[in-house]
């Protein structure tokens, strides 16, 4: 991966780029239809995977939820990731049908042990803290088994998930471990890269029994990281995440539990849902030399690290995550097929490939769509919302929500810049697209406070309002130029709103600011969002306040935090059921095939599906996976030869699954015949699977 990022060619600041990213990235599409903003109150629709039609859209969350692990108790399943160096960390959640998830709490307080933890003197673990969790569940015990840098493994235990958990510490690390509790007493764990070791954990699984660890695999075997530990049906079976030329899922079988252990290189391959590879730093280290996107890259971006679950109905169902570019590293559903005692993620006729709009699971009664947190806040409670996390350990004497009810209140800390800033409050950004909205009370800021609104990443941007001797203004800071740029406020200003217009798709972000809340003025240029691994994270939202002079400042009191989200759903388009379409290529405007010419009436078919009919034809697949017209009648039952599952690519383009061969229907580019033969939509779409449509006129 690394080398064909330093093919990509360079992106210096300052240069005006603009027209460079609306070439290499493509927008929703034509015809979308946002969610109107609230004309009162703060918004409250956020992201859910659940279409409110028995199907479901990845991402199941659309911000981070990283390195996840996921198990069944009963008719619940739970769920937890990684945290890295926010706080609290190790969420816990649960859910009776793996798409619309409730919030239970979190299994870690804080990491508090040396001041790096606490962004003191000078440090910081910034990429580092807690990651990489393996959840299980044991005698009405949970189990969360995880990693923190440079100390040996935690685990961290609770009978009720909802808390309190206990907390001790293992005598070893075990890096990207998975724990197994065997059917015969006997406790299993298995961690490492590549090849992998095996132990049995002693009784109090405080450290592994002697004489018991064994390499499983050699360097070259196919196997990766990440690691997830299951016995199913008498056999051993571990899954991991593997870089092979493109992120894959590797899995591995065995009879017994040490092995041999044969390997299956790839039970999920090159799926991105059509997501192409967003920016990137050059360097690591440096935050001012930006690589813009690399739509040729056809698995930079692909699913690969997590696990299988069963479900009370009986489905298997796979889980794992993506990078998906600046918003991070998110979590995807997927159904499994067995096949030769393989798990393969995807379905028959598309092994390895799993669709973004799906069937949901089988509950044994409906779920309501529901999100697991309400991001909007207007500060009302006296205990922070469960969406809010710490940049690093807080300061708890230094913030409050009682000193003025209704408002949070960030004392400031010394600080040389937001980098290092302590007490900054975060949440996880959340896509496609999402705009917060900050409302500020100015009064208490002292000379040298800077408070606001950030984009916390590498680099990083901030609005906010500094106090100096000259009074009050406005402050833009870019970290990948190094440049802040400054506007007066108002004479007498009290109270500020800071915005920033956030486009995980194109990566852009646009500040702005209001002093009544409601006209909205734009300050600088666009900022570019990357994914990067210095913090390990997709972008997240503070709040902050800290004082650049040295010593203790003021106060910064935000009244309130709205996060507007303009596409809540999988669909930003609803399925024009009983209208004709016309569709046409996606990449190549007003190109289709023969058979296309004519528009189509829309026949829904249930669960999202549709059947397609130009006049008395029917669009259908035949037995070699091409297309024909079919003469048929209204009443009459072509089975899934018919059939298609209407799905949105991430960017908004209409991808059409066939249910005979559940593979995408497309132009062949080079010879213009039409094809149900693509696994999936290609990120640069070269592979004509992409379609826009347009309501015909009468």
Same mark, same amino acid.
């Given at each position: 991966?690394?080398?064909?990022?330093?093919?990509?060619?360079?992106?210096?600041?300052?240069?005006?780029?603009?027209?460079?990213?609306?070439?290499?990235?493509?927008?929703?599409?034509?015809?979308?239809?946002?969610?109107?903003?609230?004309?009162?109150?703060?918004?409250?629709?956020?992201?859910?995977?659940?279409?409110?039609?028995?199907?479901?859209?990845?991402?199941?969350?659309?911000?981070?939820?990283?390195?996840?692990?996921?198990?069944?108790?009963?008719?619940?399943?739970?769920?937890?990731?990684?945290?890295?160096?926010?706080?609290?960390?190790?969420?816990?959640?649960?859910?009776?049908?793996?798409?619309?998830?409730?919030?239970?709490?979190?299994?870690?307080?804080?990491?508090?042990?040396?001041?790096?933890?606490?962004?003191?003197?000078?440090?910081?673990?910034?990429?580092?803290?807690?990651?990489?969790?393996?959840?299980?569940?044991?005698?009405?015990?949970?189990?969360?088994?995880?990693?923190?840098?440079?100390?040996?493994?935690?685990?961290?235990?609770?009978?009720?998930?909802?808390?309190?958990?206990?907390?001790?510490?293992?005598?070893?690390?075990?890096?990207?471990?998975?724990?197994?509790?065997?059917?015969?007493?006997?406790?299993?764990?298995?961690?490492?890269?590549?090849?992998?070791?095996?132990?049995?954990?002693?009784?109090?699984?405080?450290?592994?029994?002697?004489?018991?660890?064994?390499?499983?695999?050699?360097?070259?075997?196919?196997?990766?990281?990440?690691?997830?530990?299951?016995?199913?049906?008498?056999?051993?079976?571990?899954?991991?995440?593997?870089?092979?030329?493109?992120?894959?899922?590797?899995?591995?079988?065995?009879?017994?539990?040490?092995?041999?252990?044969?390997?299956?290189?790839?039970?999920?391959?090159?799926?991105?849902?059509?997501?192409?590879?967003?920016?990137?730093?050059?360097?690591?280290?440096?935050?001012?030399?930006?690589?813009?996107?690399?739509?040729?890259?056809?698995?930079?971006?692909?699913?690969?690290?997590?696990?299988?679950?069963?479900?009370?109905?009986?489905?298997?169902?796979?889980?794992?995550?993506?990078?998906?570019?600046?918003?991070?590293?998110?979590?995807?559903?997927?159904?499994?097929?067995?096949?030769?005692?393989?798990?393969?993620?995807?379905?028959?006729?598309?092994?390895?490939?799993?669709?973004?709009?799906?069937?949901? %699971?089988?509950?044994?009664?409906?779920?309501?769509?529901?999100?697991?947190?309400?991001?909007?806040?207007?500060?009302?409670?006296?205990?922070?919302?469960?969406?809010?996390?710490?940049?690093?350990?807080?300061?708890?004497?230094?913030?409050?929500?009682?000193?003025?009810?209704?408002?949070?209140?960030?004392?400031?800390?010394?600080?040389?810049?937001?980098?290092?800033?302590?007490?900054?409050?975060?949440?996880?950004?959340?896509?496609?697209?999402?705009?917060?909205?900050?409302?500020?009370?100015?009064?208490?800021?002292?000379?040298?406070?800077?408070?606001?609104?950030?984009?916390?990443?590498?680099?990083?941007?901030?609005?906010?309002?500094?106090?100096?001797?000259?009074?009050?203004?406005?402050?833009?800071?870019?970290?990948?130029?190094?440049?802040?740029?400054?506007?007066?406020?108002?004479?007498?200003?009290?109270?500020?709103?800071?915005?920033?217009?956030?486009?995980?798709?194109?990566?852009?972000?646009?500040?702005?600011?209001?002093?009544?809340?409601?006209?909205?003025?734009?300050?600088?240029? %666009?900022?570019?969002?990357?994914?990067?691994?210095?913090?390990?994270?997709?972008?997240?939202?503070?709040?902050?306040?800290y004082n650049r002079d040295g010593h203790d400042g003021g106060y910064a009191d935000f009244d309130s935090i709205d996060v507007y989200q303009p596409y809540p759903r999988g669909r930003t388009r609803a399925i024009p059921y009983g209208q004709r379409i016309r569709l046409s290529q996606a990449n190549r405007p007003g190109a289709r095939a023969d058979a296309m010419a004519s528009p189509f009436l829309v026949v829904d078919r249930g669960l999202g599906r549709v059947a397609l009919r130009a006049g008395a034809r029917w669009l259908s697949v035949d037995a070699d996976g091409g297309i024909i017209l079919r003469e048929g009648n209204a009443g009459e039952d072509d089975g899934a030869a018919r059939d298609f599952q209407w799905i949105e690519t991430p960017t908004g383009e209409l991808a059409l699954m066939s249910l005979a061969t559940h593979r995408f229907l497309r132009v062949d580019p080079?010879?213009?015949?039409?094809?149900?033969?693509? %696994?999936?939509?290609?990120?640069?779409?070269?592979?004509?699977?992409?379609?826009?449509?347009?309501?015909?006129?009468?």
């Amino acid at each position: 991966m690394v080398l064909s990022i330093l093919r990509r060619p360079v992106l210096r600041r300052p240069v005006l780029r603009l027209a460079l990213l609306m070439a290499a990235v493509v927008h929703v599409s034509a015809g979308a239809q946002p969610e109107p903003r609230p004309a009162h109150g703060l918004s409250t629709r956020t992201w859910t995977a659940d279409n409110g039609d028995g199907t479901f859209t990845n991402p199941v969350f659309y911000d981070e939820f990283s390195d996840p692990d996921l198990i069944r108790v009963g008719d619940w399943f739970y769920l937890t990731g990684t945290t890295m160096h926010a706080m609290p960390g190790l969420p816990l959640l649960r859910s009776k049908d793996l798409v619309n998830w409730e919030f239970l709490g979190y299994a870690m307080d804080r990491l508090d042990a040396v001041p790096a933890y606490r962004l003191e003197d000078g440090k910081n673990i910034y990429g580092r803290g807690i990651w990489a969790p393996s959840l299980r569940w044991r005698d009405g015990t949970f189990y969360i088994f995880s990693n923190v840098n440079g100390r040996a493994t935690q685990i961290y235990t609770a009978t009720d998930p909802r808390g309190p958990w206990t907390h001790r510490e293992m005598k070893r690390g075990l890096h990207d471990l998975s724990v197994l509790f065997d059917d015969d007493g006997k406790t299993w764990v298995v961690w490492g890269y590549q090849d992998m070791h095996l132990a049995q954990l002693n009784a109090e699984l405080s450290d592994i029994v002697p004489g018991t660890d064994k390499v499983l695999f050699t360097k070259d075997a196919g196997m990766g990281e990440g690691a997830h530990f299951y016995k199913i049906g008498g056999r051993y079976y571990i899954l991991s995440a593997n870089y092979a030329g493109g992120f894959r899922m590797s899995a591995a079988r065995a009879d017994r539990v040490d092995g041999p252990y044969e390997v299956n290189p790839a039970v999920s391959k090159d799926e991105n849902f059509g997501m192409a590879a967003g920016h990137r730093l050059r360097d690591a280290k440096d935050p001012s030399t930006i690589l813009p996107p690399d739509r040729s890259a056809a698995n930079a971006d692909s699913l690969h690290q997590g696990g299988i679950v069963l479900t009370p109905a009986g489905e298997w169902w796979g889980f794992s995550m993506m990078d998906y570019n600046a918003v991070g590293r998110l979590l995807g559903l997927a159904p499994v097929t067995w096949k030769d005692g393989w798990p393969w993620f995807g379905l028959p006729g598309n092994l390895g490939r799993n669709p973004r709009t799906w069937v949901k %699971p089988k509950t044994a009664e409906p779920q309501q769509s529901h999100a697991p947190f309400a991001r909007s806040d207007d500060f009302s409670s006296t205990v922070l919302a469960p969406v809010w996390q710490w940049n690093h350990a807080p300061v708890d004497a230094r913030w409050s929500l009682s000193e003025r009810p209704g408002f949070l209140r960030l004392h400031a800390l010394p600080a040389a810049s937001f980098w290092e800033a302590r007490n900054s409050l975060t949440q996880r950004a959340v896509g496609p697209m999402s705009t917060p909205t900050v409302a500020l009370d100015l009064a208490g800021l002292k000379q040298g406070d800077v408070a606001g609104l950030g984009l916390l990443n590498f680099p990083y941007a901030t609005l906010a309002v500094e106090r100096s001797a000259d009074g009050l203004a406005l402050a833009l800071f870019d970290q990948s130029s190094g440049r802040t740029l400054r506007a007066a406020l108002p004479a007498g200003a009290t109270r500020v709103w800071l915005r920033a217009d956030c486009d995980f798709l194109a990566e852009q972000a646009r500040f702005s600011w209001s002093s009544d809340g409601v006209a909205f003025a734009p300050i600088g240029a %666009p900022f570019t969002m990357v994914f990067q691994l210095t913090t390990f994270q997709g972008v997240r939202y503070a709040l902050f306040n800290y004082n650049r002079d040295g010593h203790d400042g003021g106060y910064a009191d935000f009244d309130s935090i709205d996060v507007y989200q303009p596409y809540p759903r999988g669909r930003t388009r609803a399925i024009p059921y009983g209208q004709r379409i016309r569709l046409s290529q996606a990449n190549r405007p007003g190109a289709r095939a023969d058979a296309m010419a004519s528009p189509f009436l829309v026949v829904d078919r249930g669960l999202g599906r549709v059947a397609l009919r130009a006049g008395a034809r029917w669009l259908s697949v035949d037995a070699d996976g091409g297309i024909i017209l079919r003469e048929g009648n209204a009443g009459e039952d072509d089975g899934a030869a018919r059939d298609f599952q209407w799905i949105e690519t991430p960017t908004g383009e209409l991808a059409l699954m066939s249910l005979a061969t559940h593979r995408f229907l497309r132009v062949d580019p080079a010879s213009g015949a039409l094809r149900v033969d693509s %696994p999936g939509p290609r990120p640069d779409g070269s592979d004509g699977v992409r379609w826009q449509w347009t309501v015909a006129p009468d």
